[in-house]
Each structure stands twice: as C-alpha cells, then as structure tokens.
C-alpha cells in the first residue's frame, strides 16, 4: 500500500504543466503532497484494522463516479466521447479539475447549500408576494458561481443586513419571519452540528445544553427585525390620526381605525399595499430577548432580560470588541478556533463525496462525540483551514484520494458503526442526481440551459424595487398620504369587482363549474395585482411599470419559441434551475428531494411510487425521442451491436457484457438496415428511381422499428438499481 502511495504521488508531479488550473489554491504538487498525507492515514487505519480496501473501479465507473460527484449527473454520450479512451494517463485528475470550474460543479453545489440554507423560492407570508424567496436563491447562486468559502458564506448570512434585492443573504432571516429562535436553533445545527432546539423550552434532555444557554445563544441575533416600514406607516398613521382638518375633508382620522367603510377598509389596504415593496428585510435592532413566563431554573427569572452569551470557548473573547453583538457573534461561530465550526463542515464534505460522515449522524454532536477515525478527521480540519475554508478546493483533494478509486463497499452499515472507509460506501442517487442524469441523456448543453425569462425578471425586479424605494425614501408622509388618496377611487372601483367576483366564485363553486372557476379566479388574481400596484402607479408615474415588484414569474414571452425550445421546453432544466423545492408532485419530490424546512432534509429511500413514476413517466419518451442526443448517436451507428453499446454506455458509461450482449440480440427484433440490392445499381433511370424509392420506404420502416425496440431497452437500463446507484 505505502508503495502505492508513493508512485501516486509520483504520478501527480509529473502531470501536464497545463493541470495547474487557474483558480485553485494548491498546485499540483500541493495537492499531491495533500492527498498523500491522507492516503497514509487510511493506509494505516487499514492495516491497524484489518481492512482490504476493494478493487480498483473500471476507468469508464470511475469517470461516472467523477461526474456524479463534482458536476451532480452522469455524463452525457458526447461527453464520453471526448473522454476516451479512458485508459489516458492522468484522467481522472484532469477530468477533477474540469468538472469542478464548471457550471455543472454549481448546480450540483446550489443543491447542497439550498439544502442546508434551505432557501426557498416560495416563502410563507407577504414577504412571498415580493419574491423575497426567488432574491435569496439568486444571490445564493451568485455566492456559488464566485466560489465563495464556507466560513464567509456563514457570516454573510448571520450578519446581513438590507433589503433582499441589495443583500439576498437576508433572505436567510427573512424564511424564518417571526421565528428568531427557530432561525438560531438551524443555525447551531448547520454551522455547529448541534442540536439545541430541546433546550427552547426546558434544559436539553440528552445533553448538556440548559434553557439558559439556549436563550444566551438567541440574543444574538434576537435584535434583527425582519419587518422594516413600521416606523414609516406608524408616522402616517400618527399624522392622520393628530391632523385630520389638514388631511382634507374625508374625515381621515376614521380611515385608520378597525372595521369602518368600505372607504376606510380601501384605505388602509392601499397603505399596505404602498409599503409592502419595502417591508421585508433585515435590520439591527437593540431588542432585547426576555426569558419565558414560565421559566422555572435558578439561573433567572421569569420576563428577565437575557444577556448574549456562547457556548463553547473558543479562546476569541475580547477580539474584535468595537464590531456589533451581530458581528461579534459571527465572527466567534465561524473562528477556526471554534472547536465544532471547522470539523462539522469537514465532516459533512466526507460524507457529501464517500457517502457516509467519519461522525454519524451529522447533525447531532455531543461532548464524547468520537470520530471513527479521529486522526483523519484532526487532519481534515487543519486542511480545512489551510484552505480557508474552500469546499471546491476540499472535495479537490477528497476526489484524488486513492479510496475514491474503490468500487464501492456494498455490505449494509448499522448506523452507529464505525466504519473504516476502505471504499466509498454505496449510496443511490439523491433526487437531483437522478434527475440531472435523466435529463444529460437526452438534452444537449444541460448544464446551459437556464430560464432566460426568468433570469432577466429577476434583474428587472431589483432594480424596479431599487427605483421604488428611492422615489418612496425621498417623499415626505404628507405627500405619500396624498398619493394614496388620489388611488383610492380606483382601489375601490377594483374592489367592488373583485367583490362581485367572489359571489361568482361561489356559486360556480357550488355548482362544481371548475372551467367557470379556473376563468373567475384567474380574472381576480389579475384584479387584485392592479389593485395592489394601483398606488405605486400613481407614485412612479404611467410610463413606469411597477408590476415586476409584485410579480415572481416572468410575463409571457410575445416571441415565438425557438426550435429549440420547441423540441426541450423550460422545465427540462437542472434541479439547480427548478424551484427550490419544486411542487409536492414533482419528480424531484417524488424521489426525495428536501422540502427545505429542516437541514439536510433530503432522503433516498426507495418506494413504489417512485418505481411505478419511473415506468409511467412521461420523460420515458423523451429518452428515445428522434431529438434526444442518444437516439440520435444510436442511429449514426449501423450494426445492432454498435447501437446496443451506444446505449449501454449513454446510460450506465460501460459497454454491455457478452452474455448481456447476446441476449439483448436475442431479445430485441432489431435487424440490419436496408440496402440497395448491388444488381440494380446498373439498370436504367427509371428502374433505379423506383430501387431507390423502395429502399428509402423500407428504410424508413426500419429506424421506426429499430427505434421502438431500442427504447424499450433504453428504458428497461433505466430502471436498473446499477443506474440510480453510485457504484
């Protein structure tokens, strides 16, 4: 094993001069110097344990397990052509190195982080009906594109301040509207690996963590406010209240009482609907965290006023004094002199790339929490912070271990057991995984393929709300007071449509009229828009449009689709371009994508409505569709044991066996194409045009049959367990 070793380390020095790829930390010889220090920590665990690592994989295994890895899907059939052949010297390193400066490395990593951020698209509350959810996913993916380390992505969010179309990281506070205790519990989960949340209401049962702590930890970030335009619709409603005559002659002071008119209902509606584009966001605040009313321990009292504190002591008091409690708070979470910060976040990076943590479960670290094997996870740590905190340039050096090479270990683990890692332990593929694979089969450029609409509406949201904001900050009470008078003849106007509308609604519904409801609901979602934007018109003025405020889905485009677009629609997009998460019936959900409520709530168990959506779904067709980039290499090949090889290789990157071989022959009616029989290629015009039209008839029926049988095996490798397994 340590000669291994050694001539691996050999090999990576003598690598191609152009592998020291621009925007990785270490060199090559840096990284080879790295990945062997880790090797011989393994390579001793084995021998101190009795381990035999398992066989090395086939290279063609061994590219797929690279693609999974760092680009989250398969690679496609062009994508393998180029690769070959995959004996080449240094493949695998070079293939690494690519795959992790490419788009395919940051869909894979918006997945991983959204899943631990668990960012939203669809955020509950009025925050939802600015897109707060949609500017925080788009600034995450920003974060990803500009490879931006764990530790400042970690204070990003803790620390952001703002409006979410100038710092989408508030988006982080903003999901938990209303909830900073919940929102300080994900986060001693996400960054700390520990589970405090028990601790809310009473001393932590099966730890060490007391109420006290828990509440020391909230206060924090207690302060930050998620709700920004109070102050200003207090002042408007301070100054109708003390200034009615001035206000003119509707009585305004009755305007923003409970119940009342119509007017008055109108009135106020149109005062939340003016400052509602400016409502949501992070502020911070001198809010003071009270204990509970029924706190019943004798470190304090009831309603008393609770002091910021830290659990763990990570030698960083007195740093940084003159920065915010906020500030400071971050600061210590997220210090490599933490003690649970840097190998939490090691941790999970082993698990994400060998599929199972040297610490199980991740998330739920205790005092005489041990490691199974704890000199590798030591080592980690200070890799970690060498890098500072670079998971590109980590998951870099765990992808050129020689343990990456293994076939996978397929023996079943008990949860707690230690587990010495001689091979990367069998995992199936998450949601994504699958779902990006799908898609590399058939739709060319993958990994391109965006929403452009929906790209260019976001930009177009920030800076309408941007423009917003500055036109609302620069007016004075009195005169926005003035604008909402001017819009409320027509907000009522609206509302009484919208009323007569809910009288239609109800009877259609009681007639179970569903094509009369789906119109009338449609037609008052379209009310209630003008309704809601009715004031802000009036304050930007006609020629501005402020509807991309309001609005989370681009307007419908007036151009024609492209052919491309005609042939691969927009919802054949990589889950990174999907909503996050997607709806419940989705195939993503389906097969156990995160709802993104809890951290790293993903799961990849296996049912029958998943194996059943597999045999009934609709992208069975799109696989072996005439424009699908694998149907179309199997009809560039002429035999049937080319276009069976091209098959095997789209869909599992191994060339079939020969018993495999010689049962799909057996199996499937496929036959060898048409050909013009050689006798008539000297007869007369005439005979030859009619030969030739035969031929091209009969080849026609031939590519209708090859391709019906071919789909049916396409489809049956599909459903393999070595398809949706990361062998």
């Given amino acids: 094993m340590k000669r291994l070793s050694l001539a691996r380390f050999f090999?990576?020095?003598?690598l191609p001069l152009f592998l020291d790829a621009k925007d990785f930390r270490l060199t090559t010889k840096e990284l080879a110097l790295e990945v062997s220090k880790i090797d011989q920590i393994l390579e001793s665990t084995h021998k101190d344990k009795q381990v035999s690592p398992t066989k090395i994989l086939p290279r063609a295994l061994l590219v797929r397990r690279v693609y999974l890895t760092a680009a989250g899907r398969i690679p496609s059939y062009p994508e393998l052509e180029e690769l070959a052949p995959f004996d080449q010297t240094n493949l695998k390193e070079k293939l690494i190195d690519q795959l992790l400066q490419s788009r395919a490395y940051e869909s894979q990593m918006f997945n991983w982080w959204a899943d631990h951020l668990r960012a939203k698209t669809y955020v509950m509350g009025q925050a939802n009906q600015i897109g707060a959810g949609f500017l925080y996913v788009d600034w995450l993916k920003s974060q990803i594109a500009d490879n931006v380390t764990f530790d400042e992505m970690a204070r990003l969010v803790i620390a952001s301040e703002g409006y979410p179309w100038e710092n989408g990281a508030v988006g982080y506070y903003i999901r938990d509207d209303g909830m900073p205790l919940e929102n300080m519990s994900n986060t001693a989960e996400l960054f700390l690996g520990t589970q405090?949340?028990?601790?809310?209401?009473?001393?932590?049962?099966?730890?060490?963590?007391?109420?006290?702590?828990?509440?020391?930890?909230?206060a924090h970030t207690y302060g930050i406010v998620t709700r920004l335009q109070g102050e200003r619709s207090g002042e408007i409603r301070k100054m109708i209240k003390n200034g009615p005559k001035e206000m003119g002659s509707m009585q305004m002071s009755s305007m923003i009482s409970k119940g009342g008119s119509k007017e008055a209902r109108a009135f106020r509606q149109a005062l939340q609907d003016m400052l509602l584009p400016l409502q949501f966001g992070a502020r911070h605040q001198e809010?003071?965290?009270?204990?509970?009313h029924d706190y019943k321990y004798e470190d304090g009292k009831p309603h008393q006023v609770v002091q910021a504190g830290v659990i763990f002591d990570s030698n960083t008091n007195g740093e940084h004094e003159e920065l915010s409690q906020v500030d400071q708070y971050?600061?210590?979470?997220?210090?490599?002199?933490?003690?649970?910060?840097t190998k939490v976040i090691a941790n999970r990076m082993w698990k994400k790339v060998f599929g199972r943590g040297l610490v199980e479960p991740l998330n739920d670290?205790?005092?005489?929490?041990?490691?199974?094997i704890p000199s590798l996870l030591d080592h980690l740590a200070e890799l970690m912070v060498q890098l500072d905190y670079d998971l590109r340039e980590f998951q870099r050096v765990l992808m050129n271990l020689e343990i990456f090479e293994r076939e996978a270990y397929q023996k079943e683990l008990e949860p707690l057991e230690p587990y010495w890692f001689p091979a990367p332990v069998l995992t199936r593929m998450s949601a994504e995984q699958l779902w990006d694979s799908l898609l590399a089969i058939f739709v060319p450029d993958v990994d391109g393929r965006s929403w452009e609409e929906e790209v260019d509406h976001i930009k177009l949201k920030k800076e309408t709300l941007q423009k917003y904001r500055q036109k609302v900050e620069s007016m004075g009470s009195e005169e926005l007071i003035g604008y909402i008078q001017k819009g409320l003849k027509q907000s009522l106007e609206i509302q009484e449509e919208m009323n007569e509308l809910s009288a239609k609604i109800k009877v259609a519904v009681e007639a179970d009229d569903r094509e009369e409801l789906s119109q009338l609901k449609t037609r008052q979602n379209q009310l209630r828009g003008q309704q809601q934007s009715a004031i802000a018109s009036w304050i930007m003025g006609e020629e501005f449009d402020v509807r991309p405020m309001y609005r989370n889905n681009p307007f419908p485009s007036k151009k024609p689709p492209s052919p491309d677009r005609k042939r691969f629609p927009h919802y054949l997009r990589r889950a990174s371009e999907q909503n996050s998460p997607t709806g419940a019936d989705h195939f993503l959900r389906e097969f156990g994508q995160s709802d993104r409520e809890l951290i790293d709530n993903a799961r990849k168990e296996a049912s029958v409505p998943q194996v059943l959506n597999l045999l009934n779904n609709g992208l069975r067709w799109r696989v072996v569709d005439p424009n699908s980039l694998l149907t179309q290499k199997v009809m560039e090949k002429t035999t049937v044991e080319e276009k069976i090889e091209v098959i095997y290789l789209g869909m599992l990157q191994r060339k079939p066996s020969d018993e495999e071989m010689n049962l799909c022959i057996e199996t499937l009616d496929l036959g060898n194409p048409p050909l013009l029989a050689s006798n008539q290629k000297n007869g007369n015009a005439e005979h030859l045009k009619k030969a030739h039209k035969k031929w091209e008839w009969e080849n026609k029926r031939y590519f209708k049959r090859v391709h019906d049988e071919l789909r049916h095996l396409a489809w049956a490798l599909l459903n393999t367990r070595e398809f949706s397994f990361i062998q």
């Fill in 196 to 218: 405090m949340v028990c601790a809310q209401c009473h001393n932590h049962p099966f730890d060490k963590w007391t109420q006290m702590e828990y509440y020391q930890m909230a």
């Fill in 11 to 14: 090999s990576f020095l003598f």
């Fill in 330 to 341: 971050a600061n210590w979470l997220t210090s490599p002199k933490n003690p649970r910060f």
């Fill in 287 to 292: 809010r003071k965290l009270k204990l509970p």
């Fill in 365 to 372: 670290w205790k005092d005489d929490t041990e490691a199974s």
